[in-house]
T-cell receptor, first 114, second 117 residues
Framework: DAGITQSPRYKITETGRQVTLMCHQTWSHSYMFWYRQDLGHGLRLIYYSAAADITDKGEVPDGYVVSRSKTENFPLTLESATRSQTSVYFC?????????????FGEGSRLTVL | AQTVTQSQPEMSVQEAETVTLSCTYDTSESDYYLFWYKQPPSRQMILVIRQEAYKQQNATENRFSVNFQKAAKSFSLKISDSQLGDAAMYFCAYRTYSGAGSYQLTFGKGTKLSVIP
């Protein structure tokens, strides 16, 4: 049971470059989320998706783009990376119905923007 | 918007002792979930315990228990018989119970727990 996987786990890039973080889940969960984790801020929601082709902004969406053409995939793209986007990024999912409340998280992707 | 506050950025506890981590939240809703997640150095987010607001009984999972005070909007985590493996960052989180777009979690800023041998 692979669950939810993120790739790459570590990425170093330069300012202005485009970066895509991948997220794949094997549970067919309806909802998927992208959070970023920064010291002193906890985890903050970037974008979420209720189903394929349905996405919505979270608390800190600026500078990010998401898509969800298939239920199992939810990539996060930084179209022109900035140093302020250096962070650890977490993908998460939850069933839309009959869920027990908690989100299931991937292992995180550490992104460094030089 | 809901907010979650963890007022203790860092705490330490002696091995085998008990420690309590504080969490308060702000909401106007009556039905919701509360969670404590543990994040060890591996970075993995691990669910420690969940509480549904309509349940008056405090949740318990082995050495972990909560003190849920709904009127005070307080949700503290007690770790008994602390072990070295309990050293981690702990996040308190809130989620509304149902409704469109409601499945997102709102997190506190975290409490870093150190366990002293």
């Amino acid at each position: 049971d692979a669950g939810i996987t993120q790739s790459p786990r570590y990425k170093i890039t330069e300012t202005g470059r485009q970066v895509t973080l991948m997220c794949h889940q094997t549970w067919s969960h309806s909802y998927m989320f992208w959070y970023r984790q920064d010291l002193g801020h906890g985890l903050r929601l970037i974008y979420y998706s209720a189903a394929a082709d349905i996405t919505d902004k979270g608390e800190v969406p600026d500078g990010y783009v998401v898509s969800r053409s298939k239920t199992e995939n939810f990539p996060l793209t930084l179209e022109s990376a900035t140093r302020s986007q250096t962070s650890v990024y977490f993908c998460a999912s939850i069933p839309g119905e009959a869920n027990t409340g908690e989100l299931f998280f991937g292992e995180g992707s550490r992104l460094t923007v030089l | 918007a809901q907010t979650v506050t963890q007022s203790q950025p860092e705490m330490s506890v002696q091995e085998a002792e008990t420690v309590t981590l504080s969490c308060t939240y702000d909401t106007s809703e009556s039905d919701y979930y509360l969670f404590w997640y543990k994040q060890p150095p591996s970075r993995q987010m691990i669910l420690v315990i969940r509480q549904e607001a309509y349940k008056q009984q405090n949740a318990t999972e082995n050495r972990f228990s909560v003190n849920f005070q709904k009127a005070a909007k307080s949700f503290s985590l007690k770790i008994s018989d602390s072990q070295l493996g309990d050293a981690a960052m702990y996040f308190c989180a809130y989620r509304t119970y149902s409704g469109a777009g409601s499945y997102q979690l709102t997190f506190g800023k975290g409490t870093k727990l150190s366990v002293i041998p």
